[in-house]
């Protein structure tokens, strides 16, 4: 998710929300609000994660106002959710006019993932229960056991000085504890995790809003000990992942350099179209950590759809440096692919064959 549209989604989040802060701070001026709506929506269109997370933010400033301004509680909540009902309102509506403009259709990709309806409702409750308790037990390299600290924390904060005067503020800490898992819930089933956004902001902003609840300077040094030891631990698991994505990145163009030295050895143009059967998987002892889309090659994503991941490879060798050639069609695939069932596999010698159309590029047997 490092892409420039995910970064403009934060900003103008960001950017709604001084707004919006501000306009509560300052009791008026309450037109501004027209510019976080319009904030909001563009995010929200941008990448449909900022949903979650605006709620996230919205739960996290209303328990600051409330604990820190002894601001009313409701009011502050309903001037988020107005702004948030209007935005998805107005994100859906733009949505549907450029839909019907442009005939652009709807994919499956999300409504595939909702489970709601499709499967057994006792199936659905375990998966939720299983993603929600992998995350906040970190059962994966992506979480950290920051987040159940921060939950067991807020029990504390909640049942120690209970007071139903506060329930206001109670309901935001629900709701901001909660806000990870709505899509799970949504869904009934885990998420994939590169959407999960919420997740280290609600860690992170637990551990502000707890240092700020916390009067002991003891307990403060240990929880800033203990935090530090969980934050240092995810730099060095995320140093690996970068490096092993680096090493990803280094053997696919090792593999793309032999093609190309391979196909000027054979006197084999390489602008004419090339098909490349089978997948390639990167490996070896520096490949540390996989995962859903970091550490994957080009030559393997879409390995199984109708001209397998000849698009991706065409797309990732012109962007390296190489001619570009035309993709192949699906019956060129397919009758390359019977052609390349007697074929060895790369690197092995006889892994290119060239025909009157186009080239094979065999490599592996998947």
Same mark, same amino acid.
């Given at each position: +998710?490092? @892409?420039?549209?995910?970064?403009?989604?934060?900003?103008?989040?960001?950017?709604?929300?001084? =707004?919006?802060?501000? @306009?509560?701070?300052?009791? %008026?001026?309450?037109?501004?609000?027209?510019?976080? !709506?319009?904030?909001?929506?563009?995010?929200?269109?941008?990448?449909?994660?900022? !949903?979650?997370?605006?709620?996230?933010?919205?739960?996290?400033?209303?328990?600051?106002?409330?604990?820190?301004?002894?601001?009313?509680?409701?009011?502050?909540?309903?001037?988020?959710?107005?702004?948030?009902?209007?935005?998805?309102?107005?994100?859906?509506?733009?949505?549907?006019? !450029?839909?019907?403009?442009?005939?652009?259709?709807?994919? /499956?990709?999300? /409504? %595939?993932?909702?489970?709601?309806?499709?499967? $057994?409702?006792?199936?659905?409750?375990?998966?939720?229960?299983?993603?929600?308790?992998?995350?906040?037990?970190?059962?994966? #390299?992506?979480?950290?056991?920051?987040?159940?600290? @921060?939950?067991?924390?807020?029990?504390?904060? #909640?049942?120690?000085?209970?007071?139903?005067?506060?329930?206001?503020?109670?309901?935001?800490?629900?709701?901001?504890?909660?806000?990870?898992?709505?899509?799970?819930?949504? +869904?009934?089933?885990?998420?994939?995790?590169? *959407?999960?956004?919420?997740?280290?902001?609600?860690?992170?902003?637990?551990?502000?809003? =707890?240092?700020? @609840? &916390?009067?002991?300077? &003891?307990?403060?040094?240990?929880? !800033?000990?203990?935090?530090?030891?969980? =934050?240092?631990?995810?730099?060095?698991? /995320?140093?690996?992942?970068?490096?092993?994505?680096?090493?990803?990145?280094?053997?696919?163009?090792?593999?793309?350099?032999?093609?190309?030295?391979?196909?000027?050895?054979?006197?084999?143009?390489?602008?004419?179209?090339?098909?490349?059967?089978?997948?390639?998987?990167?490996?070896?002892?520096?490949?540390?950590?996989?995962?859903?889309? +970091?550490?994957?090659?080009?030559?393997?994503?879409?390995?199984?759809?109708?001209?397998?991941?000849?698009?991706?490879?065409?797309?990732?060798?012109?962007?390296?440096?190489? $001619?570009?050639?035309?993709?192949? *069609?699906?019956?060129?695939?397919?009758?390359?692919?019977?052609?390349?069932?007697?074929?060895?596999?790369?690197?092995?010698?006889?892994?290119?064959?060239?025909?009157?159309?186009? *080239?094979?590029?065999?490599?592996?047997?998947?």
């Amino acid at each position: +998710m490092q @892409c420039a549209e995910l970064g403009i989604a934060i900003l103008l989040l960001n950017l709604a929300f001084t =707004i919006i802060n501000r @306009c509560i701070i300052n009791k %008026n001026k309450y037109f501004s609000l027209i510019f976080a !709506v319009i904030f909001v929506t563009i995010s929200f269109a941008c990448y449909q994660s900022m !949903v979650p997370l605006m709620i996230t933010f919205s739960a996290f400033f209303a328990m600051l106002f409330i604990k820190e301004k002894n601001e009313k509680g409701i009011k502050i909540i309903l001037e988020y959710i107005v702004v948030f009902l209007i935005s998805i309102i107005l994100y859906k509506i733009l949505g549907s006019i !450029v839909h019907s403009i442009t005939n652009i259709q709807s994919s /499956s990709y999300l /409504s %595939n993932q909702i489970l709601w309806g499709q499967e $057994d409702f006792r199936k659905i409750i375990v998966k939720i229960f299983r993603s929600v308790t992998d995350i906040i037990f970190a059962k994966n #390299i992506y979480y950290n056991f920051g987040l159940l600290i @921060c939950i067991v924390e807020f029990i504390y904060i #909640i049942f120690n000085k209970f007071d139903k005067k506060k329930w206001v503020l109670y309901v935001a800490i629900l709701t901001f504890v909660i806000s990870p898992f709505i899509m799970n819930i949504l +869904m009934g089933s885990a998420t994939l995790i590169r *959407t999960q956004l919420s997740i280290p902001f609600v860690t992170g902003l637990s551990i502000y809003f =707890i240092y700020l @609840c &916390t009067d002991s300077e &003891t307990y403060k040094k240990i929880y !800033v000990i203990t935090f530090g030891v969980i =934050i240092f631990s995810q730099l060095v698991t /995320s140093v690996q992942l970068f490096y092993s994505d680096y090493e990803n990145f280094r053997q696919q163009k090792t593999l793309a350099i032999s093609v190309e030295h391979k196909l000027k050895e054979s006197n084999i143009d390489s602008g004419k179209t090339l098909i490349f059967v089978g997948s390639y998987t990167s490996g070896g002892e520096d490949i540390i950590y996989k995962g859903e889309t +970091m550490v994957k090659t080009f030559f393997e994503w879409d390995a199984l759809t109708d001209i397998g991941s000849n698009k991706r490879i065409r797309n990732f060798l012109v962007a390296i440096g190489y $001619d570009e050639y035309e993709i192949p *069609t699906k019956e060129q695939y397919d009758e390359a692919k019977k052609i390349a069932e007697q074929m060895p596999i790369y690197p092995e010698e006889g892994y290119i064959k060239e025909e009157a159309d186009y *080239t094979i590029i065999k490599l592996n047997n998947n």
